[in-house]
Nanobody, 127 residues
């Protein structure tokens, strides 16, 4: 049974930092591209960041470039999202997703096509 478990969310003041983790089990982790998405109240789930199979290629949404960094440790089956200079508009539930297909520059917005999803972790940034 495949599981993706996010952790590390919480409440932080604007300008602060958080580090999210996504721990995977039940799959050959290095065979999967890992994505971070987020969903704010009343909004659609949106792409945040992605890491290729071995972490050599990463993509970011324009809204987080220069502030967020995605990394992965395939030996520990874990992906991280380091979030710095947080803003109130970063407030959302953050989800990780895993997909076998190669990472492409144009991120697939059909969320149903992703192989696996985690349950999400809440990030709240106060002003």
């Amino acid at each position: 049974q495949v599981q993706l478990v996010e952790s590390g969310g919480g409440l932080v003041q604007a300008g602060g930092s958080l580090r999210l983790s996504c721990a995977a089990s039940g799959l050959t982790f290095s065979n999967y591209v890992i994505y971070w998405f987020r969903q704010a109240p009343g909004k659609e789930r949106e792409f945040v960041a992605a890491s290729s199979w071995r972490g050599g290629v990463t993509y970011y949404a324009d809204s987080v470039k220069g502030r967020f960094t995605i990394s992965r440790d395939n030996a520990k089956n874990t992906v991280f999202l380091q979030m710095n200079s947080l803003k109130p508009e970063d407030t959302a539930v953050y989800y990780c997703a895993a997909d076998r297909r190669p990472l492409r520059p144009i991120i697939n917005t059909n969320l149903a096509e992703y192989n696996y999803w985690g349950q999400g972790t809440q990030v709240t940034v106060s002003s």
